[in-house]
């Protein structure tokens, strides 16, 4: 299919998106507790990136090199790879189909797209929406399911390229999977424990809606949420009051995730919200101070105190496994080299982020600390524009942007002898 017929029909199907937009939001806040405001901001981020890809269908051009005395024309093509597939997590189904589905589709690939048995219903949905638009049969593939639809597919011969998000765990298993298959093409956007600096001279009210309201968007059921908090110690009495106020005041905010006036809802399910309950018992248990919180279960249904701890031992699994919940860790720094060094010690380099007014010592804070991707005085959303992966075991590969494209398309090295 030309690439102006790709590019129609992902606009028909962005536009059908944005259409059933309230409906979409509204199954997805069903399915798994994101307040309906949230949900609605995600269903955005999906139609728009099918926009945004579909303005790159005709830019992947190739390159030549021109005989440079071995009387050889060299050009270099890109083709789409055939058919890949995504499996997403629970926590963003509509951001993750998005970023996996439409670099596919405009890339010239079919795709097979895996959502979390957790949160199947929006984009089930979604089946209707890509056969109104216009996609031929069997371009995009729509499958629900748990751990072993996900292991079919990283096994599947036919499949050759796979991108997953989830736990490091369960990336390995398909990172196996795939090179025991076929070596097919793997992409993989694991865990976080992302570490957020706020340096004495940062703007704090700034630094403090974005280390509390925030962090628990989505009940910081996020992998980039940045729950090691770094506080200068020369700030650190006042700012921390202030964080505690403001974790109190979201407390209040918890409720029907269908109101609009519900900041925080319920965990996913009860056994996301058994292992929050567990962390935070568990870090009790070892006698870490508690600042805001600490109650792991409010009533009835899966909902949790946004939670505080404050200067909890290096080695204290509160401090240094991913949590997946509301639960933020605080410790205080005297010096830059001293906060560098505790937050790349850790397995995990997704994200991080840094508040100061001097962007001289935020860009190169920023260019110490081992991670994909960096905001600075802001917490992170993100850009169809810009790349989102990490280092270290946060996995390898990269959504977003034109480099996203470019993991859907495989090279091809063309020869030309021009002596005859």
Not at 235 to 251: G, R, T, V
Not at 302 to 325: A, C, M, Q, W
Request: glycine share 10%; proline share 4%.
């Amino acid at each position: 299919m030309p690439s102006s017929e790709r590019a129609a029909i992902m606009l028909k199907y962005a536009d059908l998106v944005e259409k059933n937009a309230a409906k979409l939001a509204e199954l997805e806040t069903l399915a798994m507790g994101s307040p309906s405001t949230l949900a609605s901001h995600v269903v955005a981020m999906h139609y728009t990136t099918f926009r945004y890809y579909a303005g790159l269908t005709d830019k992947i051009h190739g390159e030549t090199y021109t005989d440079d005395g071995d009387g050889m024309l060299k050009l270099i093509t890109y083709e789409p790879i055939g058919v890949c597939a995504g499996i997403s997590a629970w926590n963003g189904t509509h951001l993750s189909f998005g970023w996996k589905a439409a670099p596919a589709v405009a890339a010239g690939n079919t795709f097979i797209h895996e959502t979390s048995e957790k949160s199947p219903l929006s984009v089930l949905l979604l089946g209707t929406l890509i056969k109104e638009a216009g996609f031929p049969p069997g371009v995009i593939n729509l499958l629900s399911g748990a751990g072993k639809t996900g292991s079919f597919l990283a096994s599947h011969m036919g499949i050759g390229k796979i991108c997953f998000t989830g736990s490091i765990a369960a990336g390995r298993k398909v990172q196996v999977a795939a090179a025991q298959s076929n070596l097919k093409h793997v992409t993989l956007e694991l865990g976080g424990k992302s570490a957020s600096i706020v340096f004495e001279d940062a703007n704090l009210e700034n630094a403090i809606l974005h280390n509390s309201q925030s962090f628990v968007v989505n009940n910081a059921q996020v992998c980039s949420a940045a729950s090691r908090l770094f506080v200068h110690e020369s700030i650190a009495p006042k700012f921390i009051e202030s964080l505690k106020q403001s974790f109190i005041q979201l407390s209040k905010t918890i409720g029907d995730p269908a109101s609009e006036k519900t900041f925080l809802g319920p965990m996913v399910d009860k056994a996301q919200l058994d292992r929050v309950t567990e962390f935070i018992e568990g870090a009790k248990a070892e006698g870490i101070e508690i600042l805001a919180g600490g109650e792991p279960r409010l009533g009835p249904g899966h909902f949790v105190s946004p939670t505080v701890f404050l200067n909890p031992s290096l080695d204290s699994r509160i401090y240094k496994e991913e949590v997946f919940g509301p639960v933020l860790v605080v410790r205080t720094f005297k010096t830059e080299d001293e906060v560098v060094g505790l937050a790349n010690d850790t397995p995990y380099g997704l994200s991080g982020i840094i508040f100061t007014s001097d962007i001289a010592r935020g860009l190169r804070v920023a260019s110490k600390l081992d991670v994909g991707t960096l905001s600075i005085n802001s917490s992170h959303m993100g850009s169809k524009q810009t790349s989102w992966g990490g280092w270290k075991q946060s996995g390898f590969g990269r959504e977003g942007g034109l480099e996203r494209l470019k993991e859907y398309v495989q090279s091809k090295s063309i020869h030309v002898n021009l002596k005859l």
